[in-house]
């Protein structure tokens, strides 16, 4: 017995002289991925077919273990997906999520190029280093260390790398259309490491999120004579407010917030604000004003969405109620048969998850985060993620884990720490090495 070698020691360290020339090539790729339509459309495959490079000599058709596919929903917008088979069938760990196109980067306020990987000290820095390229490039290194050693393991080790998670706006390419089709049904069988997350500690919160947009229509006219007005501006400020007030008396703090680490309870607030245009002496008869709803996961994305519908129906059926500004401001012009309005729209939804901590997907990670980082310390954040949600109410046990740093998340000069990756890899050795004992 004691001269088999563990599956932790075959599978090592992360080797810096493996990982970073992976993860210079993807970062190299980053101004390619970068998704905000309509002006960045991400090309995925060009992530893919660095990752292929690496792996395709240990796939089934080169006489190797691994089974891969490559899955597009649109012209060079590949997801991909990777198995390790086990031999015990219907017993598998899946680490999915990590995602292969990146936010936009801006090189002229940046301090370093974001499309090329630079390299200071423990720094590895470029757009997608944190979020979530370094992750691409860590599981793509695990993979290979597996398959190169051809560890004999009971579970099937899954990986699905997606596309298009930074924006929705084009939908039907990443990995909620991956889940419609069915490639995540035999992932229930065991644990399901969801790897977008940072801080290399478990994230055991997420929140939902929830666009919306409120039209105000009032009625434009002279500034010199209000009366004969319906300031849409001035509509946009006095609707808003009893619908946030209403919002934070429904979707008051809940007590689990505090058990679960997050930071904030539930918010709904402007962000954006527009209208037409016009002259200074001119009241304007339109106005749009825009924000979100960050949800904490112990509430209803749908009741969120029905409330404040009900609170705009409400404000619309008793709009001359609204309090206004002053002695002329008003939202109804009786005479002329008049009513102040406003419309509300909301935007793609998420979902927030608390993860359950009594699962064996958490207890694993927890005891591989304390053996290789020494101490637990789970929190949540209101940032979102996609399926998540969906997925634990299917029964999947769903947990998430990353080893970027949340201060850098979206953010200008972005950068993660190669020691916390080289953690990352021990730690998900440890999980797979702790699932083969469990029957
Ligand atoms: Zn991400």
């Not at 370094?134 to 099937?156: P, R």
């Not at 009366?227 to 919002?247: G, R, V």
């Not at 109620?321 to 939202?331: C, F, I, Q, T």
């Not at 972005?414 to 083969?436: H, P, R, T």
Request: hydrophobic share 35%; with cysteine.
């Amino acid at each position: 017995m004691g001269s088999v070698p563990s599956i932790k020691d075959v599978l090592g360290e992360l080797k810096k002289e493996s990982y970073i020339p992976l993860l210079s090539k993807l970062i190299g790729e980053a101004e390619f991925v970068q998704n905000n339509p309509p002006d960045l459309i991400p090309e995925e495959d060009k992530i893919v077919n660095h990752v292929l490079d690496v792996l395709n000599p240990f796939s089934i058709d080169n006489g190797g273990s691994l089974i891969i596919k490559q899955v597009n929903y649109a012209d060079k917008r590949g997801n991909l997906i990777i198995e390790y088979p086990g031999t015990v069938s219907g017993k598998v760990i899946s680490f999915v999520g990590s995602h292969m196109d990146v936010v936009p980067a801006n090189r002229d306020t940046w301090e370093f190029d974001p499309f090329s990987l630079s390299i200071d000290g423990d720094k590895l820095r470029g757009r997608g280093t944190t979020d979530c390229l370094g992750h691409v490039t860590l599981l793509t290194e695990l993979l290979k260390k597996i398959a190169e050693t051809k560890l004999k393991l009971k579970s099937s080790v899954v990986v699905i790398f997606i596309a298009s998670e930074e924006n929705n706006l084009i939908p039907g390419i990443g990995v909620e259309q991956l889940y419609a089709d069915g490639y995540f049904n035999h992932l229930k069988g065991g644990p399901l490491y969801w790897v977008d997350a940072a801080d290399s500690q478990p994230c055991i919160g997420t929140g939902g999120s929830i666009p919306w947009s409120i039209k105000t229509t009032g009625k434009l006219f002279h500034s010199g004579m209000p009366n004969k007005a319906i300031n849409a501006l001035e509509l946009a400020m006095d609707a808003l407010k009893p619908i946030q007030l209403n919002f934070y008396e429904d979707f008051p703090a809940d007590s689990r917030e505090s058990d679960y680490g997050f930071e904030t309870p539930s918010t709904m607030k402007p962000t954006q604000w527009s209208y037409p245009g016009g002259g200074l002496n001119q009241i304007p008869g339109e106005s749009t004003i825009a924000g979100d709803v960050r949800l904490t996961p112990f509430y209803e994305v749908k009741d969120v969405v029905a409330k404040i519908q009900a609170y705009a129906d409400d404000i619309n059926a008793n709009v001359e109620d609204l309090e206004s500004r002053g002695p002329v401001s008003k939202y109804t012009l009786p005479e002329e048969g008049i009513r102040g309005r406003i419309d509300v729209t909301f935007g793609e939804p998420i979902s927030g998850i608390a993860c359950d901590v009594h699962s064996l997907g958490f207890q694993i990670l927890s005891n591989a985060t304390m053996e290789v980082i020494g101490y637990v310390k789970p929190f949540s954040i209101t940032g979102s993620l996609p399926l998540v949600r969906e997925l634990q109410n299917e029964g999947y046990d769903v947990q998430t884990i990353g080893y970027g740093l949340t201060d850098t998340y979206h953010a200008d000069n972005e950068y993660c720490n190669f020691s916390d990756m080289a953690n990352g890899y021990k730690v998900f050795a440890s999980i797979i090495s702790q699932l083969e004992e469990v029957c």
